[in-house]
């Protein structure tokens, strides 16, 4: 292992905050792209918290202290609205670390596919965090890095199980609000 490298706690502490978040999607089947802007809020949560317990019983799971758990709330304006109505909602992840580096994450419900689903997690030498997610007939790729402090940027792809087309791929850019940090 390199010396330096990010533990999933270190990187998910950098991650907590409030960030602006630009994205660019490219529906490759359709041929379509969509801009969106969002503000995206990332914070600690107790394992110990209702949400977090209610998931460990949905993967008929044991509760487990050392897990790490974090709400990610987003309020979203895309360019494919006709109007300027903002689209918002939230997620749990609960990080099992199998080691410093790498594990499991528990989601109480998918990014792709809306039902609950797990991935599996690595931060590489590069100390970017890969996320690999397996729906019913998609499986989600995600890497995110920190191109600083306050600046992250978040790669994903989106391919079909079956033939392993890929579906859809993104690119993030989020930048977190200063202003937030002063509270």
């Given at each position: 292992m390199t010396k330096n490298l990010t533990t999933i706690n270190q990187f998910i502490d950098k991650s907590i905050g409030e960030w602006k978040s630009i994205r660019s999607t490219h529906t490759l089947a359709f041929q379509e792209f969509e801009n969106s802007i969002s503000k995206i809020y990332i914070k600690h949560i107790n394992s110990k918290n209702k949400q977090v317990?209610?998931?460990?019983?949905?993967?008929?799971?044991?509760?487990?202290?050392?897990?790490?758990?974090?709400?990610?709330?987003?309020?979203?304006?895309?360019?494919?609205?006709?109007?300027?109505?903002?689209?918002?909602?939230?997620?749990?992840?609960?990080?099992?670390?199998?080691?410093?580096?790498?594990?499991?994450?528990?989601?109480?419900?998918?990014?792709?596919?809306?039902?609950?689903?797990?991935?599996?997690?690595?931060?590489?030498?590069?100390?970017?965090?890969?996320?690999?997610?397996?729906?019913?007939?998609?499986?989600?790729?995600?890497?995110?890095s920190f191109l600083s402090t306050h600046i992250r940027s978040r790669f994903s792809t989106i391919r079909n199980m079956e033939n392993n087309a890929v579906m859809q791929t993104s690119h993030t850019s989020e930048i977190r609000n200063l202003a937030s940090l002063k509270d």
């Open positions: 317990v209610e998931i460990f019983k949905n993967y008929k799971l044991s509760l487990n202290l050392e897990s790490i758990a974090i709400s990610i709330k987003w309020q979203a304006i895309s360019d494919w609205e006709d109007d300027d109505m903002s689209d918002g909602d939230e997620t749990i992840l609960i990080f099992l670390p199998k080691d410093q580096n790498s594990g499991i994450v528990l989601r109480n419900k998918g990014y792709t596919e809306s039902f609950i689903a797990s991935s599996n997690y690595f931060v590489e030498e590069q100390n970017n965090l890969h996320l690999k997610t397996f729906y019913k007939s998609t499986v989600s790729e995600e890497r995110i």
